[in-house]
């Protein structure tokens, strides 16, 4: 029997059982199928606009006596996609990693039957990709079923057709191929973590600890957008303008992700001093795996630090001479409340991907802590506690990453203060919320998970 075909029978026989892998496995498929969806539905987002720019929208933008509004709409929606790119690549990765325990425990069983380390990361990639197969054809068949629902929304005045969001066949193509490209990708690293040896024992290597140079990309990312923000010129050269203040914007981002895991790490440290049993197993587990906890909520804290620089820069005149009106909107107010509609999308977009990255986050982290979890409970810890220090572990430093950044982005707006519009603040608290809740509701699924999982009895070398 070769590799393939015992990755095939090994993926179906986990899928047909009703032990904790199968959850694992499943989840992983929801997972995949949640990214590719969204990441079908926004490349048709930039696909749509790229197609207006220069066939309806162009008499339209005629009227306003101006040749660049096509232009701008299929920048800002390119900036939407590259705001959008690191919670998909981050929930994607997710999935790829689920249930690291079980994996290795499977692997170390192939192992000792004579596997060789070769045949078994391959066996890994092609679990991933056959997971990631199945999720993207239901993704694909999501992605194909709301494309009416978007006939509700429209910009420039002019509805969204269904056939206009629709990707070619190589579009389509193209995003099977990056959905499998992060599963092959992630799954590799994922077993760089585990030493295996012919023998089956399966040894977790330590990661390694998280360095302070994080800063430095932190302050070069800062001094690189409020730069371009106080460059920011209207008129003629906005089109230039917004590319060059989304790239900033798009790279302040990255180096807030690249900081996340240092930033929980020195915040959550000092915590671990505590009385409380509950405080301290979650702090200590988030301490010693920073990277971990930050993509617990990274998706969520990363719509925060955005809706933060969207809320306060949204007033922004981009042509303050365009009185020329259409339909009774002139340039300036059909262009802002359009930029507001992609932004509630955007929003959407990432509560959707924080949820579900959050969900599969968690109740792989039930499973591989499951034999810690019973050890806790052998000597005399309440369920109640564990309980308590799972919430403690991602709702603590979400609050704390959150406030964080809602900081870090104001920043941006400091650098040209005329042109805050402090109006658009309660869309920023209501999203924090959302995404607060969102996490709650997450984290309230794992509990049952967690009752079952203590409550088993089992032996170790099973």
Do not use: C
Request: glycine residues 8%.
């Amino acid at each position: 029997m070769n590799t393939i075909s015992l990755a095939g029978m090994l993926t179906r026989a986990r899928l047909s059982s009703r032990t904790g892998s199968t959850v694992l496995d499943a989840l992983s498929v929801i997972a995949f199928a949640v990214a590719s969806w969204l990441t079908m539905t926004t490349a048709g987002g930039v696909w749509m606009f790229h197609a207006r720019q220069n066939t309806v929208t162009k008499i339209y933008w005629d009227s306003f006596g101006m040749d660049f509004g096509g232009e701008v709409y299929f920048g800002l929606a390119l900036v939407a996609v590259g705001l959008l790119t690191i919670p998909l690549l981050t929930l994607g990765a997710g999935a790829a990693r689920l249930g690291a325990g079980a994996r290795e425990r499977r692997l170390a069983s192939l192992r000792l039957i004579g596997m060789s380390t070769g045949q078994v990361v391959v066996l890994s990639i092609l679990e991933s990709i056959i997971q990631a197969l199945i999720g993207f054809g239901v993704g694909l068949v999501i992605y194909l079923a709301t494309l009416p629902a978007w006939g509700a929304l429209s910009f420039t005045t002019l509805p969204i057709q269904a056939s206009e969001m629709l990707l070619p066949w190589w579009g389509i193509l193209a995003a099977y191929l990056l959905v499998t490209l992060i599963a092959m990708t992630s799954t590799i690293i994922g077993l760089r973590r585990v030493s295996i040896s012919p023998l089956g024992v399966a040894k977790r290597i330590i990661p390694l600890q998280v360095r302070i140079w994080r800063i430095l990309v932190l302050v070069a990312a800062i001094a690189l957008i409020l730069y371009q923000t106080a460059h920011f010129k209207p008129g003629q050269e906005m089109l230039a303008s917004i590319v060059s203040l989304g790239v900033a914007i798009l790279i302040f981002v990255g180096a807030v992700t690249i900081v996340g895991p240092l930033f929980l790490q020195i915040t959550m440290r000092p915590l671990v001093a505590t009385s409380s049993p509950a405080r301290l197993i979650a702090i200590r587990r988030v301490v010693s795996n920073a990277r971990g906890a930050w993509r617990n909520i990274s998706a969520i804290v990363l719509m925060g630090l955005v809706a933060t620089i969207a809320s306060s820069l949204m007033k922004v005149s981009f042509n303050p001479n365009a009185d020329q009106t259409v339909n009774g909107l002139s340039f300036y107010q059909l262009l802002g409340g359009d930029i507001s509609k992609g932004v509630m999308v955007a929003f959407a977009f990432s509560l959707i991907i924080g949820a579900t990255g959050t969900l599969i986050q968690q109740v792989s982290d039930v499973y591989d802590r499951a034999e810690e979890a019973r050890s806790l409970i052998y000597v005399g810890t309440p369920v109640r506690t564990l309980i308590r220090a799972r919430f403690i572990q991602v709702l603590l430093p979400l609050m704390v990453s959150t406030l964080f950044v809602v900081i870090l982005g104001f920043l941006p707006a400091t650098a040209q203060p005329a042109l805050v519009n402090w109006q658009n603040m309660y869309v920023l608290l209501a999203m924090v919320m959302a995404g607060i809740a969102l996490t709650f509701a997450a984290l309230l699924v794992t509990v049952p998970i967690q009752r079952n999982i203590v409550s088993a009895r089992v032996r170790r070398n099973d």
